[in-house]
């Protein structure tokens, strides 16, 4: 604080406010000390700076001021060209320029697109495969049909109905209130759909959202067993995942959970689509719609398709258009105007056992039928 | 007369003088405007170039030493003039029309000195809008308004004088790191 005290000191010499006997030792100390003596001259230097600015903006306000004044009393030419006298002046100025801009504009256009065409990759589109499972119907016993369906013809229920489910891939949670991400492709020319949870516990739910372009869709749980979490573990991120960057997945290929690791391996996906990324991961049929999370157990993307002529390379729609998707439920349906997606998990400083335990009950299998 | 008449206006410039500065700017602009009209400028331009050497002048004004060797018409319009031709040929854009009945007299000198104010002026702009409150609120009330540590204290909630100096201090240390940093690398 000891430059402090010597700043006031400067401040009161530079103000005059020094009785003539502390001028005549500050003086002397400034001659003995090239550093203060710099100090002085730094600091009347930087006052008179702030000093002068703030008088040279409160002149330019002044002068604008009387410009405005005297252009309104007419007593200098009026600075606005008004109407029509405007525009043909603007456009005399800048036809030139304008006409440049637009071939140079026009000629990069053709150039670029002549470019993309010949450059993107060309890829039969049958290669792309939906991870979506047929479930092995065989497996069920007869006499458990049997059962089942006199069941159905006995009881009329609410409760989801008692069928085989042929296909399924997998769900989760994105909100606290039931609302469930998948692909589109997994529930498409689905006559009913129900999910089952990692407890073995079926619960109904009802189709809110689907969008084939992005592969998304949206479920919401309707039954009155299902008990809403407090909160959900993982975020559900808006800004696209990072190259390379480390990532896992939980799934549905078989009856039981299942777990697998990758890496993102291309920011684009099939055939350079940008609402998708490559990841390089082991998938299987019913691995579709499972959540893609980044290190930090945050959901950076939704595994969709995988390319069947080479093995390990799976695509996953970006997670920001779950995001995308609710902002568009949002507008067609006001019972969805609460919505809010997770922006913050609880797992980032967890090793992966840890945030797999944490995350496995709210990553479910979706059954179709 | 003209020339006390002049001489008057200068004094009332160098006071900041509302009348005097009406005066100036109702005898001179049109004439400004016309050149930077002609010369590929917008009226918007021909404002700015004319105030620029308002500001010219009124800094000549202050100075004790400076008198008026010219007409001031001359003066104004020949600064207005090499602002102007500067800034054509920053856009790489000459003059087209020539004037050639107007009187003009050498303001390289002056332009110059403007240039260099013009640079500390967004320098120091620059430096106080990344300072934020409440310092640049503390730094004017000190410094501007000349108030006390007191009084300053009291209005901005410190518990004395001593802790608004302190505060007072180290905003007035960021400022300085701030406009130096740009200052120094552009000198």
């Not at chain 1, 010597?6 to 100390?29: A, C, K, T, W």
């Not at chain 1, 407090?230 to 939980?250: D, M, N, R």
Request: charged share 25%; aromatic share 8%.
């Amino acid at each position: 604080m000891d430059e402090l005290k010597m700043l006031e000191q400067i401040e009161r010499y530079i103000n005059g406010q020094m009785s003539p006997d502390e001028r005549v030792q500050f003086e002397q100390l400034r001659k003995t000390n090239p550093e203060i003596d710099q100090m002085v001259v730094e600091h009347t230097f930087f006052v008179h700076q702030f000093t002068h600015f703030d008088e040279i903006k409160k002149f330019k306000s002044k002068l604008n001021d009387i410009h405005i004044d005297l252009a309104e009393k007419g007593a200098i030419q009026s600075t606005r060209l008004q109407g029509r006298a405007k525009v043909v002046y603007l456009v005399n100025k800048y036809k030139r320029v304008a006409a440049i801009a637009a071939s140079i504009a026009g000629i990069t256009a053709i150039a670029l697109s002549s470019l993309v065409v010949s450059v993107s990759p060309k890829a039969p589109a049958k290669e792309i495969a939906q991870l979506s499972r047929q479930i092995d119907a065989l497996k069920r016993k007869d006499q458990e049909l049997n059962q089942e369906l006199n069941q159905v013809k006995n009881h009329v229920t609410t409760a989801p109905p008692d069928i085989t489910y042929k296909t399924g891939g997998t769900g989760f949670l994105i909100n606290t209130k039931g609302l469930l991400a998948t692909n589109a492709h997994v529930i498409q020319n689905a006559s009913h759909v129900v999910i089952q949870g990692n407890n073995g516990k079926d619960y109904a739910v009802q189709v809110v959202f689907m969008d084939m372009a992005k592969d998304l869709a949206l479920l919401q749980i309707v039954d009155s067993s299902f008990k809403a979490p407090a909160s959900l573990p993982y975020a559900i991120k808006q800004t696209p995942g990072e190259l390379a960057e480390p990532v896992f997945t939980l799934g549905y290929p078989r009856n039981e959970i299942v777990y697998g690791e990758g890496y993102l391996s291309a920011k684009t996906g099939f055939k350079g689509d940008t609402m998708t990324y490559q990841i390089a991961i082991a998938a299987n049929p019913g691995n579709s719609g499972g959540p893609i999370l980044n290190k930090a157990g945050e959901v950076v993307g939704i595994l969709s398709t995988k390319q069947t002529s080479a093995e390990g390379v799976v695509f996953a729609t970006q997670s920001k258009f779950i995001h995308r998707a609710i902002d568009s439920l949002r507008r067609q349906d006001t019972a969805f105007g609460k919505v809010k997606l997770p922006n913050a998990g609880s797992l980032k400083n967890l090793d992966r056992t840890q945030q797999v335990k944490k995350i496995k009950d709210f990553v479910f299998m979706v059954k179709v039928n | 007369m003209k020339a006390d008449n002049e001489t008057l206006l200068l004094r009332g410039l160098a006071k900041n003088d509302r009348k005097a500065i009406e005066t100036i700017y109702r005898e001179h602009y049109n004439l400004v405007q016309a050149l930077v009209l002609k010369n590929n400028g917008t009226a918007e331009d021909a404002k700015d170039v004319f105030q620029e050497a308002m500001i010219v002048l009124y800094e000549k004004a202050k100075s004790e030493s400076f008198t008026l060797t010219s007409q001031l018409g001359t003066f104004i319009y020949s600064v207005c003039r090499r602002i102007w031709l500067k800034r054509l040929m920053h856009q790489n854009r000459f003059m087209i029309a020539e004037e050639g009945e107007l009187e003009l007299i050498g303001v390289e000198a002056e332009v110059e000195e403007q240039e260099q104010h013009n640079h500390e002026f967004a320098t120091m702009e620059k430096a106080i809008g990344s300072l934020g409150e409440p310092c640049k609120s503390l730094l004017e009330a000190f410094y501007l308004e000349k108030r006390n540590m007191q009084d300053i204290a009291l209005s901005f909630g410190y518990t004395n004088a001593d802790n608004a100096k302190t505060q007072k201090y180290k905003c007035l240390m960021r400022l300085k790191k701030l406009f130096f940093s740009t200052y120094n690398s552009n000198a």
